[in-house]
């Protein structure tokens, strides 16, 4: 069964950084594509960033490029987004996934 839980969200002032993990079971991460992907109060699911399997690249949405890094830990199981030079637009609730799973998320709020 694949499993997914996120950690590491929180309140940051705006310029300030976090860094989201995401510990997966059930499958093997370091071969996986994964993305992470975030929801803002009323508005929908928003992908953010994505891990290619194999090659391990990555890609981002324009709104994070530059800011936002996606690794993972092989021996760990774990997804990572570093997020640098928050801002106040960051603020949702962010998600990592696997094909059609994901987990039940963590809060980020960036504000003064």
């Known amino acids: 069964e694949v499993q997914l839980v996120e950690s590491g969200g929180g309140l940051v002032q705006p310029g300030g950084s976090l860094r989201l993990s995401c510990a997966a079971s059930?499958?093997?991460?370091?071969?996986?594509?994964m993305r992470w992907a975030r929801q803002a109060p009323g508005k929908g699911l928003e992908w953010v960033a994505f891990?290619?399997?194999?090659?391990?690249?990555?890609s981002y949405a324009d709104s994070v490029k530059g800011r936002f890094t996606i690794s993972r830990d092989n021996a760990k199981n774990t997804l990572y987004l570093q997020m640098n030079d928050l801002k106040p637009e960051d603020t949702a609730v962010y998600y990592c996934?696997?094909?059609?799973?994901r987990g039940r998320g963590t809060q980020v709020t960036v504000s003064s």
């Open positions: 996934t696997y094909r059609n799973s």
């Open positions: 059930g499958f093997t991460a370091s071969i996986s594509a």
């Open positions: 891990i290619a399997s194999g090659d391990g690249s990555t």
